[in-house]
């Protein structure tokens, strides 16, 4: 009889330690924060970073850029949103010209309140900072740089359709975005972000009007720092506090770190001149510069992360739920 009880508080008490340890084992402040947001799902977001992928560099002009541009639509139509497909014909810097493709995906059009989040869909010609010259002239996967950012939105999209939060939303996928001129030297770096420049000039500048903007760029990497840039603070600095609070509280401080970086021109720089209020969540840092892999062939989807896809898809998803 001492023996069966005895047995029976040994394994009452390991039940009780693995339940602590699982416990443990989640991210910091999850257990004591209640999320008002649906639950990101990081193995749906790199699934949809893998369907981008497979279809190959997503260059303008080539049969992949066309091919996702078509996945990308069916699958905001699918969740529910209105899509639209905007651009004219652009010329980049080495003087081609592509038919630009920003897509625009619309949850709730009607309500005035709203909130923008982005991310560029297209994907680098060529691995310019690769460290063996032979590969730089070659195109990468760009599964960081491009596709995590695109994922992530779509996994948001899902959720929305399921349990729609109190504010409009729009999810704009930017064109052409990353087919600049290494060490561009122009005001502002024109040549870069070609889709939100375009959208300054037409959409925004017809009234366009949103209470924020996230836009996000390579936020898949592993490891990832998500620094506060200069043109954010300077521009929204309220929204950078609202974002990496939220990050913080909700469990994810060592992405949302409370850091200040310099300036970096990315679309939030297009969208904020074009009135909204924007800050850039992306893998840079002063001391260490952008994503490690960054416009290298090994941005690829081996080096995907599906922790750091959790930490900012459920932190932007709580920004938006907690807008009354």
């Known amino acids: 009889m001492h023996k069966n009880l005895l047995f029976l508080l040994i394994t009452f008490c390991i039940l009780i330690g693995c339940k602590n340890s699982s416990k443990d084992a989640s991210p910091s402040g999850q257990d004591s924060v209640k999320l008002i947001s649906p639950n990101f799902n990081a193995d749906s977001a790199y699934a949809y970073t893998k369907a981008q992928v497979d279809f190959g560099p997503r260059i303008p002009g080539t049969a992949a850029h066309q091919m996702c541009a078509e996945y990308l639509v069916r699958k905001f139509k699918a969740f529910g949103a209105e899509v639209e497909i905007q651009g004219e014909?652009?010329?980049?810097?080495?003087?081609?010209?592509?038919?630009?493709?920003?897509?625009h995906a619309s949850f709730n059009p009607e309500r005035s309140k709203r909130v923008?989040?982005?991310?560029?869909?297209?994907?680098?010609?060529?691995?310019?900072?690769?460290?063996?010259?032979?590969?730089?002239?070659?195109?990468?996967?760009?599964?960081?740089?491009?596709?995590?950012?695109?994922?992530?939105?779509?996994?948001?999209?899902?959720?929305?359709?399921?349990?729609?939060?109190?504010?409009?939303?729009?999810?704009?996928?930017?064109?052409?975005?990353?087919?600049?001129?290494?060490?561009?030297?122009?005001?502002?770096?024109?040549?870069?972000?070609?889709?939100?420049?375009?959208?300054?000039?037409?959409?925004?500048?017809?009234?366009?009007?949103?209470?924020?903007?996230?836009?996000?760029?390579?936020?898949?990497?592993?490891n990832a720092q998500f620094t506060q840039d200069e043109i954010s603070r300077t521009e929204a600095g309220d929204i950078v506090t609202k974002i990496w609070d939220i990050g913080n509280e909700i469990g994810y401080a060592s992405y949302f770190v409370n850091i200040t970086s310099?300036?970096?021109?990315?679309?939030?720089?297009?969208?904020?001149?074009?009135?909204?209020?924007?800050?850039d969540i992306i893998h840079y840092n002063d001391n260490s510069g952008f994503y490690i892999n960054w416009h290298t062939q090994l941005d690829n989807l081996a080096n995907i992360d599906k922790n750091t896809l959790k930490a900012t898809g459920q932190t932007?998803?709580?920004?938006?739920?907690?807008?009354k």
């Open 316 to 323: 932007v998803l709580e920004t938006i739920y907690r807008e």
């Open 89 to 103: 014909k652009t010329q980049t810097y080495d003087g081609k010209i592509f038919q630009l493709k920003n897509i």
């Open 116 to 222: 923008l989040v982005t991310a560029h869909w297209d994907a680098r010609p060529f691995a310019d900072q690769d460290t063996d010259p032979l590969k730089q002239s070659m195109p990468f996967d760009a599964a960081n740089d491009g596709a995590s950012g695109v994922a992530v939105i779509l996994e948001m999209a899902r959720q929305i359709q399921k349990n729609q939060p109190n504010v409009g939303v729009d999810f704009i996928l930017w064109d052409l975005e990353d087919y600049g001129k290494s060490n561009d030297q122009t005001q502002n770096e024109v040549t870069w972000c070609l889709g939100s420049q375009y959208w300054n000039r037409t959409v925004a500048a017809k009234g366009y009007k949103a209470i924020f903007g996230v836009n996000l760029d390579m936020v898949g990497g592993g």
């Open 262 to 279: 310099g300036k970096i021109v990315d679309d939030h720089f297009w969208m904020n001149k074009g009135g909204v209020p924007t800050v």
